[in-house]
């Protein structure tokens, strides 16, 4: 069973930058794919971020272009860098992991994932 554990939320103005790590662990052998999604109270799930284990990322529309999501193989380590934050970015943010049959996309992150982190807070004001 891969466990995961995010860090590095926090609060940002409109326009900053903040980035998140997730670090693994178990077994990973059986995941094919890595990514992000968030949760704001009362809110369903958001897949926003992929990445395949051939290095190709994916995205939401709603963060393609502003986010980028990356791994440190050798560290067991998924991150996501987030740049020119919007007070809508403000959300719970959930590594995951996703399994076959699955295909990696971001959107399945939200729903299709089978193990996820504790999450991290992020917070941008106005």
């Known amino acids: 069973q891969v466990q995961l554990m995010e860090s590095g939320g926090g609060s940002v103005q409109a326009g900053g930058s903040l980035s998140l790590s997730c670090s693994t662990s178990g077994y990973t052998s059986s995941v094919h794919c890595m990514g992000w999604f968030r949760q704001a109270p009362g809110k369903e799930r958001e897949g926003i971020a992929a990445?395949?284990?051939?290095?190709?990322?994916a995205y939401a529309k709603s963060v393609q272009g502003r986010f980028t999501i990356s791994q440190d193989n050798a560290k067991k380590t998924l991150y996501l860098q987030m740049n020119n934050l919007k007070p809508e970015d403000t959300s719970t943010y959930y590594c995951a992991a996703l399994r076959p049959p699955y295909y990696c996309a971001a959107e399945h992150m939200g729903h299709l994932s089978h193990a996820w982190g504790q999450g991290t807070q992020v917070t941008v004001s106005s």
């Open positions: 990445i395949d284990n051939r290095g190709r990322g």
